[in-house]
């Protein structure tokens, strides 16, 4: 029996133990809580103060920046305006400049022409009238001579006899007399019947031209030859 009260007794204290033991974890964990609550609580209102605090100050930045803006627009519109007022009186006095330089250029025109007038008024009154000159050109030799005589001779149609001048040959008479001289003279040189018919250069020139292309005429060493189908064909 002893034992047995021994035991109970002993089962007490350690229930009571138990039990106080199980009401200071609850306390603890009751303070716990609480302080934990308390400091969630000044957390939330810090940050609740934090992002107040930033959204006000991103408020204040952006009407800042937007005032800056209005204010760098009303800048660029003063430049703008005194720009195009510049360039108005800029306009007005190139206009005015202009116009006094047209209106001297004017004047100067016109004081250069009642010069030039006056000078040629009295030129005529002072000189006679100019006398009426005859056009003289060289003489054109008689083209029918053979290319041996020429050779033999020397020959070259004479410029220094001066005499009225002779009308022109048409196309197809300084044709005809050129092919007969080449074919009398048994061939010519370019300067030969430039000067014996009394053609220019490039009458010449085309002449012969179309004497090659009608068959006509060949060229050998810068000389011209009938050919001699045509000879045979003429005989």
């Given at each position: 029996m002893a034992l047995k009260n021994l035991w109970e007794q002993e089962r007490s204290q350690r229930l009571q133990i138990t039990a106080e033991r199980r009401q200071q974890v609850n306390q603890w964990k009751q303070l716990t809580q609480q302080e934990l609550q308390l400091q969630a609580d000044m957390l939330h209102q810090e940050l609740s103060s934090f992002v107040t605090s930033l959204h006000n100050d991103r408020n204040l930045q952006q009407q800042q920046f937007q005032q800056e803006i209005v204010e760098r627009q009303l800048e660029i519109l003063q430049i703008k305006t005194d720009v195009w007022q510049r360039q108005q009186e800029y306009r007005q006095q190139r206009a005015v400049k202009a116009q006094a330089l047209f209106q001297n250029l004017q004047n100067f025109r016109?004081?250069?022409?009642?010069?030039?007038?006056?000078?040629?008024?009295?030129?005529?009154?002072?000189?006679?009238?100019p006398a009426k000159e005859e056009k003289l050109v060289a003489t054109v030799?008689?083209?029918?001579?053979?290319?041996?005589?020429?050779?033999?001779?020397?020959?070259?149609?004479?410029?220094?006899?001066?005499?009225?001048k002779v009308p022109a040959l048409n196309a197809d008479t300084a044709k005809s007399k050129v092919q007969q001289y080449i074919q009398q003279a048994e061939g010519a040189t370019l300067i030969e019947i430039e000067e014996v018919i009394g053609?220019?250069?490039?009458?010449?020139?085309?002449?012969?031209?179309?004497?090659?292309?009608?068959g006509i005429?060949?060229?050998?060493?810068?000389?011209?030859?009938?050919?001699?189908q045509t000879i045979s064909g003429q005989t």
């Open positions: 016109a004081i250069l022409h009642n010069s030039v007038l006056g000078d040629r008024s009295q030129e005529q009154a002072v000189s006679p009238p030799p008689k083209w029918s001579i053979s290319r041996s005589a020429i050779k033999a001779t020397g020959f070259r149609a004479s410029v220094n006899t001066m005499t009225k053609l220019s250069r490039v009458q010449t020139i085309d002449i012969l031209r179309s004497l090659i292309k009608q005429l060949e060229q050998r060493d810068r000389q011209y030859f009938i050919r001699q």
